[in-house]
C-alpha cells in the first residue's frame, strides 16, 4: 500500500522552541556519487558531500520512525524502519525524494540488502526475510529463514549473504537462487555476533570482547578461523573498503585493519571522534574517505589516505581559547 507520510526540504528552519528540541541521532549513511543519506531518528536526510570538508543538507524526510540503515539501488531507497518494517523512497529527483511505499514484516526490519529486484531482510526475532520487488506494489515473499536469534546484520557479496544472529553466532547462505536459499557456512563457536562483513571467500565478524574474526568460508560448511584482532574495547560494526576494514568500538573509536589476498589482517590505525561521539555504521568512497554515522553528532566524515593515522575532517574538534585576566 502507498504511504501519506509528509515529506519536506527545509533549507532554514525557523529558530526552535525549546519545547521542540529533539535530540536527532544518525545511525547509518549510505553514499552515491556525490550525495549521501543519512538514516536518523524520525526520518532520512540527504546531503551534499562533493565537498567533503563541508557537507551541504540538501533535504530531510520526515517520517513517524527511526530509520536503523538505508541501501540505495539505483533510483531507490530502501528503509529499514524497525516496527514499520521497509520503507522505499524514489530518490531519483533530488532535491525531492518521494517516498510511496512500506512493506510490512512480522518483526522490526534492522538492515536491507538488495540485488536486482530481491530484497534481503534483517528482520530482529522473525528471521531473515527474501522478498521479490519485481511488483513494487505488490512485493512477494521469497522464502523466510528462521534463525537461532535476533538478526540484525546481514552483508550480501554477489549471490552470497552472511547474517549476524547474535548470540546463535553467524551464517552464510548461497542465494543464487532467492525462493531456496542453501546454507554454505556457520560459524557456532562466537556468542555475541554483533555484525558481518562477507567478500569473496572471507566472512569478518565482529565479536564484542571477542574482537574482529576473519573466517575462510571456501572449505566447507566450518569455516577455518584465520586471524584474530583484539579490539579497543569491544568490536561492534564494521565497514568494509577497498582491502580494510572498520572497525567501530561501539563509542568513540574505530580501528583500521588492513587485509589482503596473501595477508593476514592486521591493526595499522586507530582514531577517535571528538567529543567522544560514537562510530557507527558508514561507507568508504573510491577517494579512501570514510562517511559514517556519529550519532547525536549526526555524519562524520574521516580520511584514510594514510591508514596508519586517519585524519577527522568531520567534525572538527573545537579548541578553547583561553586569555588571562589583565
Known sequence: MAIAFALSA????????????????????????????????????VVDVSDPFAPEPVARVELPASILS???????????AGSLGMLIADVASLPDPRLFRRVDTPGSVHQVAVRDSVAFLADDIQGLRILDLTEESRPKVLATIPTRSAVRRLSLDGE???????????????????????????VASLDNVRDVALVGDRLFVAAGSQGLRMFEIRYGPRPIEVAVIEPLSAADSLVLGPGMVIVSNGTSGGQVVAWGEDSPPRAVGTFRLPGSLPVGRGRIDGAGRLFVAAERGGLAVIDLGDPQSPRVVVPRERKMKVTQPD
Do not use: K, M, N, W
Open 10 to 45: 527545509r533549507a532554514a528552519p525557523a529558530a526552535p522552541q525549546p519545547e521542540d528540541l529533539v535530540v536527532v541521532q544518525c545511525f547509518d549513511v549510505e553514499l552515491a556519487g556525490d550525495v549521501a543519506y543519512l538514516a536518523q531518528t524520525a526520518g532520512l536526510a
Open 70 to 80: 538505508i541501501v540505495v539501488h539505483r533510483d531507490r531507497a530502501y528503509l529499514a
Open 160 to 186: 552470497r549473504l552472511a547474517i549476524a544472529e547474535g548470540s546463535g553466532g553467524a551464517r552464510v547462505f548461497d542465494v543464487s537462487h532467492p525462493s531456496a536459499p542453501r546454507e554454505r557456512a556457520a
